[in-house]
T-cell receptor
Framework: GQNIDQPTEMTATEGAIVQINCTYQTSGFNGLFWYQQHAGEAPTFLSYNVLDGLEEKGRFSSFLSRSKGYSYLLLKELQMKDSASYLCAPMDSNYQLIWGAGTKLIIKP | GAVVSQHPSWVICKSGTSVKIECRSLDFQATTMFWYRQFPKQSLMLMATSNEGSKATYEQGVEKDKFLINHASLTLSTLTVTSAHPEDSSFYIC?????????????FGPGTRLTVL
């Protein structure tokens, strides 16, 4: 079957660094996406990894290990506006995104 | 980044009426668009995949006669909820698939909040 495993909720302090881990199992693999979703809003695209390694984009970085079925999203210099759900979504062999429930990140002052 | 719009942003309708939701890719052509539904505090649920010029592919358990999808052009897909009932109240979100070089990304519209009375 296909499944995503992410922590349900994480808490971090403003200005700190947080790493959100994701393990996945899919039928085939065509890359992995990270999306941010604020409450009541649609997801917004953060990053895409198709090869192993780290992709850095400003305060956000995403890492992928295809052999381990593992990815993480690293958020630096946390801001209050980063409080949101973070969705790890691998793309399967049919080019469909597989969605889990995401990780709710709470930022405290 | 790529822009996808949805209209309307929210709609309230009476039970038994039909509601049409539009999804447009504003700055790219999308041969494939996806329709999702999301209930409060739950994950996105794919309803159907909409391909330009062909019939939509529905996920198991989604009634194709109730949720009519039309992908008439490379920038527009519509979802019509027919004979809506209160249990259809949800957040409906579309996404458009953009192929650019080696990148294959889905960009989401802002969503449509449907409330059926």
């Amino acid at each position: 079957g296909q499944n995503i495993d992410q922590p349900t909720e994480m808490t971090a302090t403003e200005g700190a660094i947080v790493q959100i881990n994701c393990t996945y199992q899919t039928s085939g693999f065509n890359g992995l996406f990270w999306y941010q979703q604020h409450a009541g809003e649609a997801p917004t695209f953060l990053s895409y990894n198709v090869l192993d390694g780290l992709e850095e984009k400003g305060r956000f970085s995403s890492f992928l290990s295809r052999s381990k079925g593992y990815s993480y999203l690293l958020l630096k210099e946390l801001q209050m506006k980063d409080s949101a759900s973070y969705l790890c979504a691998p793309m399967d062999s049919n080019y469909q995104l597989i969605w889990g429930a995401g990780t709710k990140l709470i930022i405290k002052p | 980044g790529a822009v996808v719009s949805q209209h309307p942003s929210w709609v309230i309708c009476k039970s038994g009426t039909s509601v049409k939701i539009e999804c447009r890719s504003l700055d790219f052509q999308a041969t494939t668009m996806f329709w999702y539904r999301q209930f409060p505090k739950q994950s996105l649920m794919l309803m159907a995949t909409s391909n330009e010029g062909s019939k939509a592919t529905y996920e198991q358990g989604v009634e194709k006669d109730k949720f009519l999808i039309n992908h008439a052009s490379l920038t527009l897909s519509t979802l019509t909820v027919t004979s809506a009932h209160p249990e259809d109240s949800s957040f409906y979100i579309c996404s458009a698939r953009r192929l650019a070089g080696d990148a294959d990304t889905q960009y989401f519209g802002p969503g449509t909040r449907l409330t059926v009375l």
